[in-house]
């Protein structure tokens, strides 16, 4: 088969262009791991690895150094190499009379960079590149102060209007880090874009784990992520929807990058794309084809309130029948770069699928996510030891519910209520479950509705929705009771509804006075945590 011959899938099942994928997909998970492991003859991931990937090479080669990474050389030589591969290929901020006129630098410099770069392990030797392109190569102090200083006698000294704009211009230009012109030109190569949010999925990586910090990181990551946000504004995004007969490559991508609710094989992927289902992503037209955050969505003839109604419960493939569609569950939201962490995708891509869903099925009525609720369990869990170091007993619970939780779990104190919610076993007891329906529905309903962080809801998945406009619908009792959703949220889940209408005016109330719209059922358990729980 040709190497450059594309790999569709078959409505049967199968792929139309290399038939061994058809005999890869009936194997079992452990007998395609023993494949993956003989060599990239049998595996499909070195045929489905996309361009994002770093090149590969039995030798990795420094451009700057000239070192093998294989071979022994001296940190210095190395250190010396990145401080010359960085003061070559990071344009100087020329002066501003001439900002219009210096010439762009070499496209030949940008590029080495990038070979450079993708040449070091990932880890602590790129973070070393980072730390002192962050560091030595950001804004000019100096600048900034002397046209500051000029701003501030411009005002004083009430002279006309256009010279307090030329100074603040001025300070303006000298603000911008000298790092941003390097990124800028590397915006411009062919791939560049791509290569930047692998360098930033770097970045955040590095402030996850302090392999780079400090505050001229975090200033250059935020430096990034502004100049990403307006390379991917929605101008310059592509909306494409995916079918099994998408290419082989974009489905792969999207059963790896399926951060919710994991696909389990080849026949959970094929049910996600099928009667009743529609899965979408954006795509950038730089980096055509390439999924960069995916939305899946079930078609249904009501709300749903359990998650294995969509993702577990295999029905059987048939035609769609538009008199049952009447609703939009959004059930699942993932971006698949991690570069592309706090920029808006999110928010326009289910505008876009709303109008998409609109034209196509215009009956449709309803639009409602089913939504995890990640962090309940663990903030109950500290609710519950805070309360205990302070008190004999949890103050949570009502007399009657925590005398029947001590009958059952055989002690007056939470510790083993605690221990129960961490490893899950508490499922395992009816009586049990039943006893603590009630007070863990109110509880997370104070979890989504009355825990804040700067005014807006703790949760993010809420603070996300309700930054949408939509409404904080329901909450499900046993929505998801796979063991991921236990240890998350105690097996909850919750509806955010998007009343399309409202939405505007919701998002603006939100974000302008914080206040969370909220329907009967979510307020009532709201009340019933206000009366009966003492925090």
Same mark, same amino acid.
């Given at each position: 088969?040709?190497?450059?011959?594309?790999?569709?899938?078959?409505?049967?099942?199968?792929?139309?262009?290399?038939?061994?994928? #058809?005999?890869?997909?009936?194997?079992?998970?452990?007998?395609?791991?023993?494949?993956?492991?003989?060599?990239?003859?049998?595996?499909?991931?070195?045929?489905?690895?996309?361009?994002?990937?770093?090149?590969?090479?039995?030798?990795?080669?420094?451009?700057?150094?000239?070192?093998?990474?294989?071979?022994?050389?001296?940190?210095?030589?190395?250190?010396?190499?990145?401080?010359?591969?960085?003061?070559?290929?990071?344009?100087?901020?020329?002066?501003?009379?001439?900002?219009?006129?210096?010439?762009?630098?070499?496209?030949?410099?940008?590029?080495?960079?990038?070979?450079?770069?993708?040449?070091?392990?990932?880890?602590?030797?790129?973070?070393?590149?980072?730390?002192?392109?962050?560091?030595?190569?950001?804004?000019?102090?100096?600048?900034?102060?002397?046209?500051?200083?000029?701003?501030?006698?411009?005002?004083?000294?009430?002279?006309?209007?256009?010279?307090?704009?030329?100074?603040?211009?001025?300070?303006?230009?000298?603000?911008?880090?000298?790092?941003?012109?390097?990124?800028?030109?590397?915006?411009?190569?062919?791939?560049?874009?791509?290569?930047?949010?692998?360098?930033?999925?770097?970045?955040?990586?590095?402030?996850?784990?302090?392999?780079?910090?400090?505050?001229?990181?975090?200033?250059?990551?935020?430096?990034?992520?502004?100049m990403l946000s307006e390379w991917f504004s929605t101008g310059f995004l592509n909306l494409?929807?995916?079918?099994?007969?998408?290419?082989?490559?974009?489905?792969?991508?999207?059963?790896?990058?399926?951060?919710?609710?994991?696909?389990?094989?080849?026949?959970?992927?094929?049910?996600?794309?099928? !009667?009743?289902?529609?899965?979408?992503?954006?795509?950038?037209?730089?980096?055509?084809?390439?999924?960069?955050?995916?939305?899946?969505?079930?078609?249904?003839?009501?709300?749903?309130?359990?998650?294995?109604?969509?993702?577990?419960?295999?029905?059987?493939?048939?035609?769609?029948?538009?008199?049952?569609?009447?609703?939009?569950?959004?059930?699942?939201?993932?971006?698949?770069?991690?570069?592309?962490?706090?920029?808006?995708?999110?928010?326009?891509?289910?505008? #876009?699928?709303? @109008?998409?869903?609109?034209?196509?099925?215009?009956?449709?009525?309803?639009?409602?996510?089913?939504?995890?609720?990640?962090?309940?369990?663990?903030?109950?869990?500290?609710?519950?030891?805070?309360?205990?170091?302070?008190?004999?007993?949890?103050?949570?619970?009502?007399?009657?519910?925590w005398q029947e939780i001590s009958e059952i779990t055989g002690d007056s104190t939470t510790?083993?209520?605690?221990?129960?919610?961490?490893?899950?076993?508490?499922?395992?007891?009816?009586?049990?479950?039943?006893?603590?329906?009630?007070?863990?529905?109110?509880?997370?309903?104070?979890?989504?509705?009355?825990? @804040?962080?700067?005014?807006?809801?703790?949760?993010?998945?809420?603070?996300?929705?309700?930054?949408?406009?939509?409404?904080?619908?329901?909450?499900?009792?046993?929505?998801?009771?796979?063991?991921?959703?236990?240890?998350? !949220?105690?097996?909850?889940?919750?509806?955010?509804?998007?009343?399309?209408?409202?939405?505007?005016?919701?998002?603006?109330?939100?974000?302008?006075?914080?206040?969370?719209?909220? !329907?009967?059922?979510?307020?009532?358990?709201?009340?019933?945590?206000?009366?009966?729980?003492?925090?």
């Amino acid at each position: 088969m040709p190497a450059n011959q594309p790999v569709r899938y078959s409505p049967e099942g199968g792929a139309s262009a290399c038939p061994w994928w #058809r005999v890869f997909c009936g194997l079992s998970q452990e007998a395609r791991r023993v494949m993956s492991r003989l060599g990239p003859c049998l595996s499909p991931r070195p045929f489905l690895r996309g361009p994002w990937a770093a090149p590969r090479g039995l030798c990795r080669v420094s451009v700057a150094a000239g070192l093998c990474r294989g071979s022994v050389g001296s940190s210095s030589a190395s250190v010396a190499g990145m401080e010359e591969l960085l003061s070559r290929s990071v344009p100087p901020l020329p002066p501003y009379e001439t900002k219009e006129k210096a010439p762009p630098p070499a496209e030949l410099r940008s590029a080495e960079f990038v070979r450079y770069y993708r040449s070091l392990e990932a880890g602590p030797p790129r973070a070393e590149l980072l730390n002192r392109l962050a560091r030595d190569f950001g804004v000019d102090h100096g600048r900034v102060a002397e046209f500051s200083t000029k701003v501030l006698q411009a005002r004083e000294q009430q002279r006309e209007l256009g010279a307090l704009l030329q100074a603040e211009d001025r300070l303006r230009y000298y603000l911008n880090p000298q790092y941003r012109g390097l990124f800028q030109h590397l915006g411009r190569l062919e791939g560049g874009l791509r290569f930047l949010v692998e360098l930033r999925g770097d970045l955040m990586e590095g402030l996850a784990t302090k392999t780079v910090d400090g505050p001229h990181v975090k200033e250059m990551n935020g430096v990034l992520k502004n100049m990403l946000s307006e390379w991917f504004s929605t101008g310059f995004l592509n909306l494409e929807r995916v079918t099994w007969q998408s290419p082989c490559e974009v489905l792969q991508k999207i059963s790896d990058s399926e951060a919710v609710h994991p696909v389990r094989n080849w026949v959970d992927m094929k049910r996600r794309v099928g !009667s009743y289902r529609r899965c979408y992503f954006f795509s950038h037209c730089a980096i055509p084809g390439e999924p960069l955050i995916v939305l899946h969505v079930a078609l249904t003839s009501d709300i749903s309130s359990s998650i294995q109604a969509i993702v577990k419960e295999v029905l059987p493939l048939e035609t769609e029948d538009t008199d049952k569609i009447t609703t939009a569950i959004f059930y699942s939201i993932s971006l698949t770069q991690q570069g592309l962490q706090g920029v808006e995708l999110g928010t326009h891509l289910i505008k #876009r699928v709303v @109008k998409e869903l609109q034209k196509e099925l215009p009956q449709i009525k309803a639009f409602s996510t089913l939504s995890p609720i990640p962090g309940f369990t663990k903030w109950l869990i500290g609710l519950l030891s805070s309360q205990t170091k302070e008190l004999e007993r949890s103050e949570l619970f009502t007399e009657s519910e925590w005398q029947e939780i001590s009958e059952i779990t055989g002690d007056s104190t939470t510790e083993t209520l605690k221990k129960l919610l961490n490893n899950n076993e508490w499922l395992r007891s009816e009586k049990l479950v039943k006893v603590l329906h009630s007070p863990f529905m109110r509880l997370c309903a104070w979890y989504l509705y009355g825990e @804040k962080h700067r005014g807006y809801a703790l949760n993010p998945v809420a603070n996300f929705h309700l930054q949408n406009g939509s409404v904080m619908w329901r909450i499900n009792w046993m929505a998801d009771t796979s063991p991921r959703g236990i240890a998350a !949220s105690c097996g909850m889940m919750v509806n955010y509804r998007y009343f399309l209408e409202d939405t505007a005016s919701n998002s603006a109330a939100y974000l302008g006075t914080k206040q969370i719209k909220a !329907s009967e059922q979510v307020l009532s358990l709201v009340s019933q945590f206000q009366q009966n729980s003492k925090l």
